[in-house]
Structures are given as C-alpha cells and as structure tokens.
C-alpha cells in the first residue's frame, strides 16, 4: 500500500504513536508499505516552527530530514498539477496546507492518513490517523 501522512499524523508518529488509531499504527510500521511525507509538510512544519508554533528537539532543516530517513518514508514534491488542483476544489477546509494535500492525494490517487474529519467531506479515501 502506498499512502500519504497528514503533517499532525507524521508528528505523532514520531513524537506520540498512542495518538494513532491501532490502524494507523499497523500501517505505519509495515514496512511492505510506502508512505509518502509531502514538501507540504515541510513548509508546514518549518512555518510553524519560525511561529514558535512548533517546539522541535532541533531546527527543521535538521529535524525533517534525518527523520523521513530513520523512519523510511518516500518523499512526495509539489507539482504544478498538485498547486493547480485546490483551484477546483470545495471550500470545506480553510487551511491552505491541508488543501494542498487533499489535492495531492487526489493528483497522486493515494489515500491519505489524517485525523483531521473534514477530509472526509473530499473525495479522497482517508485512512483514520
């Protein structure tokens, strides 16, 4: 299976697993299973980070890395058709790092994994974080 990880998902992963549903927590560490960590997420995290939104144990041009390393995850960049696809999309969501990987999922058809229940009002298949 190949999936995509919402940031707060990726987060809790490393930081806090209990927070996953066991589903969750089954997926992420098969390791048969491809899961793609999004640039989105970066820039989320980074942003966030630069806010004092986001404590982290050292910078993200640190953190980030080493981690989607130690953990085995793919890496998924931004396309132009990734950005181009929130244009057509509802306005459930207001975040514009959360819109920008519902298109993702949806460009890449690939499910997503996230706690966040307004992704189900997309047409993507969401696996419950």
Known sequence: MTLLIDTHCWLWWLTEPERLSDT???ILKNTDNT??????????????????????????????PS???????ATLPIHHAHALKTASLPHHH?????????????????????ADPTF??????????
């Open 24 to 26: 969750a927590v089954a």
């Open 35 to 64: 899961i793609l960590f999004s640039a989105v997420s970066s820039w989320e995290i980074a942003i966030k980070y630069s806010l004092n939104k986001l404590p982290l144990p050292e910078p993200p041009d640190r953190f980030v």
């Open 67 to 73: 981690r989607i390393e130690r953990e085995g995850f």
């Open 94 to 114: 207001k975040d514009p790092f959360d819109r920008l990987l519902i298109a993702q999922s949806m460009v890449e058809a690939v499910p997503i994994m996230t």
């Open 120 to 129: 189900d009002l997309y047409d993507v298949d969401v696996i419950v974080g």
